[in-house]
């Protein structure tokens, strides 16, 4: 998540430096991968008729994710054991099922986290998820400072990130891989040249186990759907109330359409999410108040269209717009619900409960 869509600080002629070094370091990896240009070969997996079967959160760093380090959920330690972090993940995917009737979490790597020492116990977490019979999604974050800038910060630690990611899970089919989260730094093109050369370095994960996302801030997936390479993936949209001062509800309902095209049997809504700690009612109509017509707005939307969705941010410490909040022992954490009326409009966007009423 972003808190700001502020422009990215390198030139055109940088940009494009860096996106050929990038493409060019996919060769050296070291699982072989066909040309980009190439449709799937022999991967005859399917994507189901729409994506309603993601009813998820995110579970993030207190840091937001951006990190130059080892990305540390909420409520985990890197001191913490595989085991330590195993028993306390299995507590908070129960509390994510129990409070929300999630079955889907989306969880940050980056090379620090995988790459290093943290992995052996970090995998407590995706292990313990798929174990809960939860989907995962895997989303690689970039680091923070001057590396915040949308781009892979590095391709000779990214790539073997992904080796490392892809051997351990590629065969646990509730385990997703996301190659990049919010990739604003290149341009459309840019961007869907990157994501097909990632399907072609791992022709072993099947297409249906990739989300690929929306350009810019991950705010659009029209471009990405439109590039057959890609074909057979699933397509992560991001959307946030804060990216207009103020608008209707019909407003944000029209907005997020557009974001989605004719895409929306492929889309996921991975990050959206609005202020859930400051006493909102998402339950009432209130027509003056952006972030409540904005929550409405697109929980009805999502319902409709029959799309999947993973709120931001399910446990982030410290977050107003986290939808739980850590409770109990520390070592046997469990969570509470930060705002019901939030709830509520998440439960019916994943096709539950009760509409608004007026």
């Not at 030139?11 to 040309?35: C, D, E, W, Y």
């Not at 800038?149 to 065969?171: E, L, R, S």
């Amino acid at each position: 998540m972003r808190k700001t869509t502020t422009s990215t600080r390198f030139t055109s002629r940088l940009r494009g430096a860096f996106v050929a070094i990038a493409v060019a370091a996919i060769s050296g990896t070291t699982i072989a991968g066909g040309p980009a240009e190439a449709a799937p070969s022999g991967d005859t997996a399917q994507l189901s008729r729409d994506t309603t079967q993601f009813k998820g959160v995110n579970w993030a760093d207190p840091r937001d994710n951006f990190a130059d380090d080892p990305v540390v959920l909420s409520g985990l330690s890197t001191s913490d054991s595989y085991a330590q972090t195993y028993a306390k993940a299995s507590r908070v995917i129960s509390a994510f099922r129990a409070n929300l009737g999630a079955n889907t979490v989306r969880l940050p790597i980056n090379p620090y986290t995988v790459n290093g020492r943290y992995w052996k116990s970090y995998r407590g977490v995706i292990d313990a998820a798929s174990d809960k019979g939860f989907k995962v999604i895997l989303s690689y974050w970039e680091g923070t400072g001057p590396r915040k800038d949308g781009f892979i910060d590095d391709p000779a630690t990214y790539w073997p990130m992904w080796n490392t990611v892809v051997k351990a899970y590629k065969a646990d089919k509730r385990v997703y891989f996301e190659p990049m989260n919010e990739p604003h730094g290149y341009t459309d093109t840019e961007w869907a040249d990157i994501a097909a050369k990632w399907l072609a370095t791992y022709p072993s994960v099947p297409r249906n186990q990739v989300f690929v996302s929306g350009a810019g801030y991950n705010d659009h997936v029209t471009s990405v759907c439109a590039d057959p390479r890609l074909k057979g993936t699933y397509l992560s949209l991001h959307h946030y109330g804060f990216w207009k001062e103020y608008a209707t509800y019909d407003q944000w309902v029209a907005d997020l359409k557009e974001r989605i095209g004719d895409c929306a049997n492929r889309t996921v809504a991975d990050e959206f999410g609005a202020h859930m700690t400051t006493g909102f009612d998402y339950n009432k109509a209130t027509p003056d108040n952006n972030f409540i017509n904005f929550m409405q707005a697109v929980t009805d939307t999502f319902r409709e269209l029959k799309m999947g969705s993973v709120y931001w941010p399910g446990l982030r410490t410290g977050d107003t717009y986290s939808m739980q909040t850590l409770i109990g022992d520390p070592a046997r954490p469990w969570l509470a619900t930060t705002n019901q009326s939030g709830a509520d409009r998440l439960a019916w966007g994943w096709g539950r409960g009760k509409p608004v009423q007026p």
